[in-house]
């Protein structure tokens, strides 16, 4: 029997009002089921918000460094069951367990910057143009936090976003992805082994249209942190506006890799192939475009096709294994369309362009590692998100041309360029229109203290990551103090004339 997961509500563990469930299964072997869990919609959502808005009255009381604490604990406890979580979250969503341990420790990693930050959250003082008087600025709590978090990094996401709420003393109600329940529910339950009080941290099982929907409409929520696609981001924004509520969304990119003539060819390859099909392509940072300067172009394609031919697909479980499944049927049939529109649009296809089918990999959504060169700028393929082990190749002329291609999606999240050019470097650093940029590293491996998102329509301008996260989750209160014992009027008093 599957195991059957319930939400945490006020501390209780409960069952959908409804009584509705549903499954979780293994993309690698889709016979399996990782877990039953509870279909819930608005009544149970209200539920949870009433919890967290009754927990926050003594959590944001209880002290920053405290609440650091206990959120330390929490890394201690994913450090010692970071290869059992990396199991499950392998099982779940697929990706091979190098990457699913990497996931967990970006948890770790974020745990233990967010409980530091906990004895910083330094506000400002400055001297007032009064005498006798006081100013200063201090980060305070801002409420109920709710949190949706996408699939890929069905640990890290999460974790980016309710380490730092809880520290700087929110109270949080929490939908996962519906392919990633299980991962999220573990996280939560590690949450109140390491101390959480009750209704602190709620977590609400469900559907993006029902869960998710009623977390954005409810009045009480007062701020949203979203991590997923650039059409859901774009509906929560717009509901958002009715009650002003603070959002922060972490959307789609379309992010590109630069090969100069200059480059170390060897490195810029382990670049791609790593940033390309790591993941399976799924991630938000994945490089889906690969940008060559024309005089390397041919030989450059010929190493990449080569190497990408001997990528090695299985089940993530299995280490040999280099890339795993897609995440479910719906996502291969995705990933399929942009093959044939890429075909049909005229692109060359160089490999792949296929599920990839035979022994085990029948059991699940394997897709094989697709390369198309010669795509011009205004093809589907060089301007859509595919969120799947599909590259598309173009050529440039010039730096500036390079970075003119690379800068031509409505996205903006990350881009990596290769090149031992110090000007070229330099010119790519200012140029590129991306909230990250990496010099001679590919489009992925961010790291948690550094702050991380995009611009343009990857994002709303907020950013995750280190002390950035911090700023989302807390409000500027600017206190003034005046100890003079009469009435003191700024600008006024002071300037006379
Ligand atoms: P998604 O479909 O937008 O889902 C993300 C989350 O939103 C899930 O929990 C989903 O629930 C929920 N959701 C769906 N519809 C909703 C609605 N109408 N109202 C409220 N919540 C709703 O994205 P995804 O397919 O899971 O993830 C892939 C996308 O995330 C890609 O575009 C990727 O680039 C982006 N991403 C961005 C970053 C970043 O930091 N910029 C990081 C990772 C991923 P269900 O699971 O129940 O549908
Ligand atoms: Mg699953």
Redesign the pocket.
């Known amino acids: 029997m599957p195991k059957a997961f319930r939400n945490l509500i006020g501390g209780q563990e409960k069952d959908a009002v409804s009584g509705r469930t549903f499954e979780n299964r293994n993309p690698a072997d889709w016979n399996e089921i990782v877990g039953i869990f509870p279909k819930s919609e608005k009544r149970d959502v209200d539920a949870a918000v009433d919890a967290a808005k009754q927990a926050y009255k003594e959590w944001h009381l209880f002290p920053a460094p405290k609440r650091g604490d206990i959120v330390k604990k929490a890394g201690d406890i994913l450090v010692a069951r970071k290869g059992e979580l990396a199991k499950q979250m392998t099982r779940e969503m697929g990706k091979v367990l190098l990457e699913t341990r990497g996931d967990v420790q970006e948890g770790i990693d974020t745990a233990y910057y967010s409980a530091s930050e906990g004895r910083r959250m330094f506000g400002v003082t400055a001297p007032s143009e009064l005498p006798d008087k006081f100013t200063m600025s201090m980060r305070v709590p801002v409420g109920v936090a709710g949190v ?6 069905p640990m890290a ?1 999460p974790t980016w976003k309710i380490f730092p709420a809880l520290v700087s003393g929110d109270t949080i109600v929490f ?5 990633t329940p299980a991962t999220a529910a573990t996280l939560v339950e590690i949450l109140v082994e390491a101390g959480v009080p009750a209704g602190v941290v709620n977590i609400v099982h ?4 029902e869960v ?2 009623a977390i ?1 409409q409810n009045d009480d929520i007062e701020l949203v942190s ?7 981001g774009k ?2 924004s717009e509901i958002a506006a009715g009650t002003l509520k603070r959002v922060s969304l ?4 379309k992010n590109a890799e630069i090969v100069m003539d200059d480059a170390n060819l060897e490195l810029a390859l382990d670049g791609v192939l790593w940033g390309a099909f790591g993941t399976t392509g799924q ?2 940072t994945a490089t889906s475009r690969l940008i060559v300067h024309e005089k390397v172009y041919d030989k450059f394609l010929d190493m990449l096709a080569e190497r990408t031919s001997r990528l090695k697909l299985g089940n993530g479980l299995d280490e040999s294994i280099e890339v795993g499944p897609l995440v479910n049927e719906a996502q291969r049939e995705k990933v399929h369309s942009y093959t044939e529109i890429g075909k049909r649009e005229g692109a060359r296809l160089v490999l792949g362009g296929e599920s990839a089918r035979g022994g085990n990999l029948d059991g699940g959504w394997f897709y094989k590692p697709t390369i198309f060169a010669d795509v011009a700028p205004e093809m589907t393929i060089a301007r859509e ?1 595919i ?1 799947g082990p599909v590259l598309s190749v173009m050529k440039a002329k010039s730096i500036d041309h390079a970075i003119e291609l690379l800068n031509g999606t409505i996205y903006g ?1 990350s881009s990596a360029v290769y090149t031992k050019n110090l000007n070229h470097a330099f010119k790519a650093m200012r140029d590129i229109k991306a909230g990250i940029t990496y010099i001679n590293a590919p489009t992925i491996g961010a790291e948690t203290h550094m702050p ?3 611009v343009k329509q ?2 709303n301008g907020h950013r995750e990551g280190g002390a950035s996260a911090f700023e989302f989750f807390t409000e500027i209160k600017t206190v003034y103090v005046d100890y003079s014992d009469r009435l003191q009027r700024a600008q006024i008093d002071t300037y006379k004339n």
């Open positions: 949706i978090s996408p699939w890929n990094f996401i939908k996962p992805a519906s392919d469900g559907t993006g249209s998710g929907m954005v979203f991590t997923g696609s650039t059409a859901v509906k929560i972490e959307l789609g990119g991630r938000c998100e969120f999240l991380f998102g995009g990857t994002g």
